[in-house]
């Protein structure tokens, strides 16, 4: 995504503390730049790479595709499987925590907890932009698959991993033994969904599919028609629950492919067979040297 640099014709005031320029953080440097296209729109960048976007005083505006593709997949399956009342959603991957104030906002009731690796940035996160008060929004600071080891079984319903180093996700948040760490966190039915950014060559996502498609009985995957064919990089989506994904419905369907066909850039939602057909000649990736009893999770996750 380019930098925007041009001035908005209207502006925005931002808070005091919301001042473009470059903050050190524990894992390097945090950049702040307005966004010279949006009023309001602010652009945080991690050690050169575009991070998040947040839009002041609107946090139903999502500027990056991916995060409206995620929230197309988890509306639904909220409105058939959860109580809004009761909505616990962990995010695993940090930032701006645009996700978590997008859906905080669009469930008040909600309980959103971020993990984030970066304590610093983490307290720029809170002072910087209009965040939640916890327990609406709460960061909890640390690595994510050690706070996800540390999850206590059936204790969310939601689970959204959006973690990135660079371009890639760290490794150990992509195996088999990763996702049924998921799975047992879940409340029975409950819904692990997560940003895989991937080459060309599409094999980093087809792995994780593979791991999901094994670990879950309903998968989808939500992806523009140009990445899904191999000709860029980019993001593509993936979920998993063991509840039946309302978006295997007709009417939903062509509710949801309405809703992707209208962003920036039109993406296309795959159900759980085509999602199968992808992963069938990939193996998932597993632990090197795991730490964790993976047929004691099978047996977990299977009753």
Not at 87 to 97: P, V
């Amino acid at each position: 995504m380019a930098k925007r640099r041009r001035k908005p014709k209207a502006t925005v005031e931002a808070p005091e503390a919301l001042v473009e320029g470059k903050y050190p953080i524990d894992t390097g440097i945090a950049e702040l730049i307005e966004d010279d296209y949006t009023p309001g729109g602010w652009v945080l960048e991690i050690n050169g790479m575009e991070s998040s976007h947040i839009v002041l005083g609107k946090p139903r505006e999502l500027d990056f595709e991916y995060m409206r593709w995620l929230a197309a997949v988890i509306e639904p399956f909220v409105d058939a499987h959860c109580d809004p009342a009761k909505l616990r959603i962990t995010h695993l991957g940090g930032g701006a925590c645009s996700m978590a104030r997008y859906l905080a906002d669009i469930y008040p009731q909600s309980r959103n907890t971020v993990v984030e690796l970066d304590g610093k940035l983490a307290e720029y996160v809170r002072e910087w932009f209009e965040l939640p008060k916890a327990p609406l929004v709460k960061i909890r600071v640390g690595e994510a698959r050690q706070v996800t080891e540390g999850f206590t079984p059936q204790s969310r319903d939601i689970i959204i991993r959006d973690v990135f180093s660079g371009y890639i996700t760290p490794e150990p948040l992509t195996t088999l033994e990763f996702t049924q760490l998921g799975a047992r966190s879940l409340a029975p039915g409950g819904l692990y969904i997560i940003n895989c950014g991937d080459d060309r060559n599409l094999n980093g996502a087809r792995a994780e599919a593979a791991a999901i498609a094994r670990v879950f009985e309903h998968t989808c995957i939500v992806a523009d028609p140009a990445m899904l064919k191999g000709r860029r990089r980019g993001n593509v989506i993936i979920a998993g629950s063991n509840s039946p994904l309302p978006v295997e419905g007709e009417l939903v369907t062509a509710a949801i492919s309405k809703r992707l066909l209208g962003g920036g850039v039109p993406a296309q939602y795959k159900d759980d067979a085509w999602v199968r057909d992808f992963a069938r000649s990939a193996q998932p990736r597993r632990d090197g040297a795991p730490n964790l009893d993976t047929v004691q999770l099978d047996r977990e996750l299977r009753g």
